[in-house]
């Protein structure tokens, strides 16, 4: 168990780094951004300047709670932290859904009184910009917590934010149409909010104790029916803490004509073969065949 537990400390410690290193990225560019935006007279790039500070303050709390979810149990938490991950991917997706309605709103108003903008300083920037996210969202995107999935949002709406950009100033340059722009930023911002809503709901199935998508219980029942000795398992529950660490409790029928010696070593094969197909921590309550268990399909049992 010691290497499972120096496994997900691994991952945790990525994806810390994958966000400070995100975190660094934005920040810099977002200085330069600021420079170059009224160094080229550009109200659009100094907009987007604007958009990416915000996303520095949600990248810091992106960072703050996933260092905070390595933190090892307590009295208070006694699974620990790794929930804390959850809260930064909330908050992260509040900004996300705030700064997408700003866009719609900006956008929506340009539909009708367009602007004119300079087409080679956003060009220049646009190409900075790609490269810079691509680079950030690409970082992220080798870790699996649903917090660096948040943040690599972000920069997925800056990276396509950039590109819309380049189009409209590409065209611009040979073509008057500032209606593109808008009409653009209104469809990233829908399919944003499309992957904000995703994650979500991904997020309220794990906070309101959903079985993990990735377990069924009739794959549990069928992997532990070869053991021999079992004759019926019941009560089972299963939920996630944090979309990745995932916990099960269940009570097992034992033969009756089993060994209480044999009981011990059963009950940790369980967890093994429960390990394989990733329930981190299994809680096995046995009980022999000829006894009635009374929290069998009674709806009106309280569990904790």
């Given amino acids: 168990m010691g290497h499972n537990h ?112 300079s087409p080679k300083g956003m060009i220049i920037f646009s190409v900075i910009g790609i490269v810079v996210n691509l680079f950030a969202m690409l970082r992220l995107r080798k870790g699996d917590s649903l917090n660096e999935r948040v943040v690599g949002l972000h920069f997925l709406e800056d990276t396509l934010g950039w590109v819309v950009i380049l189009l409209g100033a590409v065209v611009m340059m040979f073509k008057n149409i500032p209606v593109l722009d808008p009409i653009l930023s209104i469809g990233i911002a829908l399919f944003i909010l499309f992957n904000v809503y995703r994650n979500m709901r991904t997020m309220f199935q794990i906070i309101l104790q959903g079985t993990p998508l990735n377990i069924k219980e009739d794959d549990i029942k069928n992997h532990l029916s070869t053991i021999t000795g079992i004759k019926d398992m019941h009560d089972i529950h299963v939920w996630t803490l944090d979309g990745k660490v995932n916990i099960l409790t269940m009570h097992v029928v034992l033969d009756s004509r089993l060994p209480a010696a044999e009981v011990e070593p059963l009950k940790n094969k369980i967890k093994d073969l429960l390990h394989d197909i990733n329930i981190h921590h299994a809680t096995i309550e046995t009980e022999p065949e000829d006894v009635n268990c009374t929290q069998e399909h009674d709806d009106h049992s309280t569990y904790f």
């Fill in 6 to 117: 120096s496994h997900h400390n691994h991952e945790h410690h990525e994806a810390t780094g994958n966000i400070s290193v995100a975190f660094v990225v934005n920040t810099v560019f977002s200085i330069v951004e600021i420079i170059g935006g009224f160094y080229f007279g550009s109200m659009a790039i100094l907009s987007n300047a604007l958009h990416d500070v915000g996303d520095s303050f949600s990248l810091v709390a992106a960072w703050f709670f996933q260092k905070k979810s390595q933190g090892k149990r307590s009295h208070t938490y006694t699974y620990g932290y790794k929930r804390f991950s959850l809260l930064g991917a909330f908050i992260n997706s509040m900004i996300l859904i705030a700064g997408s309605a700003l866009i719609l709103s900006e956008a929506i108003q340009r539909l009708f009184l367009p602007h004119q903008t």
